[in-house]
């Protein structure tokens, strides 16, 4: 199975790096659905944007001395893009309202989930060929 490690679950996938990603995700949602909570003011969204891009060079630089296939990018390509609808649904359904215009009727929104899933598919596609 995809997800499945020998001797692992799905959360042996998600490294530090990974989980910092998803919290800072989650908070810059609740920023965005819902900007009146008092949570809003205890990290900033600058704060917040930096540490993701910081992660993201970091994981750049550091590429060559990881041991991650393109499984385990797919992997976390598929949690990562159901993760962030999963957050639009609940937000939605908990009352709020995207002040940036995150929503599923937007274009824009909708192009980049298609672009994400046309380089799942790729990369599935890859990964099926290199198990053969």
Same mark, same amino acid.
């Given at each position: 199975?995809?997800?499945?490690?020998?001797?692992?679950?799905?959360?042996?996938?998600?490294?530090?790096?990974?989980?910092?990603?998803?919290?800072?995700?989650?908070?810059?949602?609740?920023?965005?659905?819902?900007?009146?909570?008092?949570?809003?003011?205890?990290?900033?969204?600058?704060?917040?944007?930096?540490?993701?891009? @910081? &992660?993201? /060079? +970091? %994981? =750049?630089?550091?590429?060559?001395?990881?041991?991650?296939?393109? $499984?385990?990018?797919? #992997?976390?390509?598929?949690?990562?893009?159901?993760?962030?609808?999963?957050?639009?649904?609940?937000?939605?359904?908990?009352?709020?309202?995207?002040?940036?215009?995150?929503?599923?009727?937007?274009?824009?929104?909708? @192009? &980049?989930? /298609? +672009? %994400? =899933?046309?380089?799942?598919?790729?990369?599935?596609?890859?990964? $099926?060929?290199?198990? #053969?």
């Amino acid at each position: 199975m995809l997800f499945y490690k020998k001797g692992g679950h799905l959360i042996k996938l998600l490294k530090p790096w990974n989980i910092i990603v998803l919290i800072a995700f989650t908070l810059l949602f609740i920023y965005d659905y819902f900007p009146n909570v008092p949570l809003t003011g205890t990290v900033s969204n600058r704060v917040l944007i930096i540490l993701i891009i @910081g &992660v993201f /060079l +970091l %994981s =750049l630089m550091f590429k060559k001395f990881n041991k991650t296939n393109n $499984k385990e990018i797919l #992997a976390w390509q598929i949690i990562m893009t159901l993760y962030i609808i999963f957050l639009m649904g609940l937000f939605t359904i908990l009352g709020g309202q995207s002040s940036a215009g995150i929503a599923f009727n937007n274009a824009f929104f909708l @192009g &980049v989930l /298609l +672009l %994400s =899933l046309f380089d799942m598919y790729s990369l599935w596609k890859k990964v $099926k060929m290199s198990e #053969a």
